[in-house]
Structures are given as structure tokens and as C-alpha cells.
Nanobody
């Protein structure tokens, strides 16, 4: 079955950078819609970046210009580079994947989403 494993989280000081990685098992991440979400205590899970059905990166407004998502060096990985981190970025970061499908001749992302266990990012 589909497995996603995140890594790269940790504790950093404000203003610093961090890179997260997501490794996919049993499928090629580069052939799927991939996303990064985060969830802080007491808050809802929010999407911060994704690689859409065409493989193009998309970002939440607050992360535009600070976060950069890409497929990794190997076909089963995805990375999230985060710059100028602040305390508001502290959260558990989750990798998520949806299969690419074609509906009515249009490439889109399936509705079923798979999740990793998350990696903790703490910024102080």
C-alpha cells in the first residue's frame, strides 16, 4: 500500500531555513499530485504547498516566496525548502499524495489522499 515518510523537521531559530523531505513507497512521487500540509496545536490542518496535476508548484499566500516545493533528486521523493522561518511556522508538517487521473479529458488529482505521519518543526 502507499506509504509516505517525512523527515527533516527540527528546532531552529527564527530567520533560519529548513528542508523537509517526503519519501514515497510503492509509487513514483513524480507521477502523483503531492502536497505539504501543516497543523499547529489547536488549529486546523492547512495546505502550504503542492505540486499539482501538471507537476507545477502552488503555494498558500503566506508562504509565497518563502517556501519552495519540488520533486526530489529521486523519483520517489519530494522536498519542501523553507526560508525565513518564524514562530508562526511551528507545526507538524505532513506529506500527502493523490493519484493523477484523467476526467473528461483533463488531468486532475484524485480525491483519495494518502498521508504521512508528519515531522515536527519548531521555530523560536
Amino acid at each position: 500500500h502507499v506509504q509516505l515518510v517525512e523527515s527533516g523537521g527540527g528546532s531552529v531559530q527564527a530567520g533560519n531555513s529548513l528542508q523537509l523531505s517526503c519519501v514515497a513507497s510503492r509509487f513514483r512521487a513524480s507521477g502523483w499530485c503531492m502536497s505539504w500540509f501543516r497543523q499547529a496545536p489547536g488549529k486546523e490542518r492547512e495546505e502550504v504547498a503542492n505540486l499539482d496535476a501538471g507537476g507545477s508548484p502552488k503555494y498558500a499566500d503566506s508562504e509565497q516566496g518563502r517556501f519552495f516545493v519540488s520533486y526530489g533528486d529521486t523519483e520517489n521523493t519530494m522536498t519542501l525548502r523553507m526560508f525565513r522561518l518564524g514562530p508562526e511556522d511551528s507545526a507538524t508538517y505532513f506529506c500527502a499524495a493523490r493519484a493523477r487521473v484523467v476526467r473528461s479529458g483533463t488531468k486532475t488529482c484524485d480525491t483519495d489522499q494518502y498521508w504521512g505521519q508528519g515531522t515536527q518543526v519548531t521555530v523560536s
